[in-house]
């Protein structure tokens, strides 16, 4: 019995909810248990989301964390994480994002597993070196194993920046490749949250280039 914990809303993105949603998919069978319960999603206050948590553990569910965000891991949602997990002798299973600070630097713990399914350069590995029990890279990567299709190599750069974008990343990447100028096909993903006037600045550019 897996219990999976993931953020969603406009504040937090798209992408913690869509990732555990394909491992479910990857490993679901007829004999494992998946429950997904998702701040934001199905969820709207924090201290019962993390009090599921906390049931979740001493229920003896395998419990899976995917919320690395430093719009939901503020000090108080910390220091409660900490107090339900440090006693905990179970693995907790982590899936974490390259950044210095993420889930599993911040609770330092000697029972959880960490898995970065990222790419990255080697500055960005020696920041991880902290974290003691861990895998990373692209073979790694979470995705919806019964959607994928072969099909004929077509190379292109797909710009996706998750579900808010809330620093604009795509726009910026966007004015970068318009002065490149470079003969590739380009795909943007609009994520779900976009705000309108966001998509429309993005469209606009897109039309002006060819991009998709």
Same mark, same amino acid.
């Given at each position: 019995?897996?219990?999976? @914990?993931?953020?969603?809303?406009? +504040?937090?993105?798209?992408?913690?909810?869509? !990732?555990?949603?394909?491992?479910?998919?990857?490993?679901?069978? &007829?004999?494992? !248990?998946?429950? /997904?319960?998702?701040?934001? $999603?199905?969820? $709207?206050?924090?201290?019962?989301?993390?009090?599921?948590?906390?049931?979740?553990?001493?229920?003896?569910? $395998?419990?899976?964390?995917?919320?690395?965000?430093?719009?939901?891991?503020?000090?108080?949602?910390?220091?409660?994480?900490?107090?339900?997990? +440090?006693?905990?002798?179970?693995?907790?299973?982590?899936?974490? %994002?390259?950044?210095?600070?993420?889930?599993?630097?911040?609770?330092?713990?000697?029972?959880?597993?960490?898995?970065?399914?990222?790419?990255?350069?080697?500055?960005?590995?020696? $920041?991880?070196?902290?974290?003691?029990?861990?895998?990373?890279?692209? %073979?790694?990567?979470?995705?919806?194993?019964?959607?994928? &299709? &072969?099909?004929?190599?077509?190379?292109?750069?797909?710009?996706?920046?998750?579900?808010?974008?809330?620093?604009?990343?795509?726009?910026?990447?966007?004015?970068?490749?318009? +002065?490149?100028?470079?003969?590739?096909?380009?795909?943007?993903?609009?994520?779900? /949250?976009? &705000?309108?006037?966001?998509?429309?600045?993005?469209?606009?550019?897109?039309?002006?280039?060819? @991009? +998709?």
């Amino acid at each position: 019995k897996f219990s999976l @914990f993931s953020i969603c809303s406009k +504040k937090f993105g798209y992408g913690h909810f869509n !990732r555990v949603q394909n491992l479910i998919s990857i490993l679901k069978d &007829k004999n494992k !248990r998946f429950n /997904h319960y998702s701040y934001g $999603k199905n969820y $709207k206050n924090k201290d019962k989301f993390i009090n599921k948590i906390n049931q979740e553990i001493i229920l003896k569910k $395998k419990i899976i964390l995917d919320f690395t965000n430093k719009f939901f891991l503020n000090k108080n949602t910390i220091f409660k994480l900490k107090k339900i997990l +440090k006693n905990e002798k179970n693995p907790i299973f982590i899936i974490d %994002e390259p950044k210095k600070k993420n889930l599993s630097t911040i609770l330092n713990l000697n029972n959880t597993k960490t898995l970065v399914p990222f790419d990255m350069d080697y500055n960005i590995k020696k $920041k991880l070196l902290s974290i003691k029990k861990i895998k990373y890279g692209f %073979e790694y990567f979470i995705y919806p194993i019964k959607k994928i &299709k &072969k099909k004929k190599k077509v190379f292109v750069i797909l710009i996706s920046f998750g579900g808010s974008d809330n620093f604009e990343g795509t726009l910026y990447v966007l004015k970068l490749l318009q +002065k490149l100028k470079l003969k590739k096909d380009i795909i943007v993903v609009n994520g779900k /949250h976009f &705000k309108k006037n966001y998509k429309n600045k993005l469209s606009s550019i897109c039309k002006k280039n060819n @991009f +998709k």
